[in-house]
């Protein structure tokens, strides 16, 4: 997983109650890269987020071919 390919993907909290689609890759802050999400399930608001938090607490939706 490359850092270009995040932005589109989908990803679902761990617990399953929330879901969120990164739109892009934001300024790096406190040595951490951040990326603007929106909430597709949950809270629908946009909002950024830490790799590390990203990776803590969501699992990536795996696109399923059709």
Do not use: C
């Amino acid at each position: 997983m490359t850092i270009s390919d995040l932005a589109g993907s989908e990803w679902e909290s761990k617990d399953g109650t929330r879901a969120l689609v990164v739109l892009h890759e934001a300024a790096a802050w406190r040595g951490d890269r951040h990326f603007l999400v929106k909430g597709i399930r949950g809270p629908n608001r946009q909002r950024l987020i830490s790799m590390t938090g990203l990776l803590g607490e969501y699992r990536r939706i795996e696109a399923t071919g059709g």
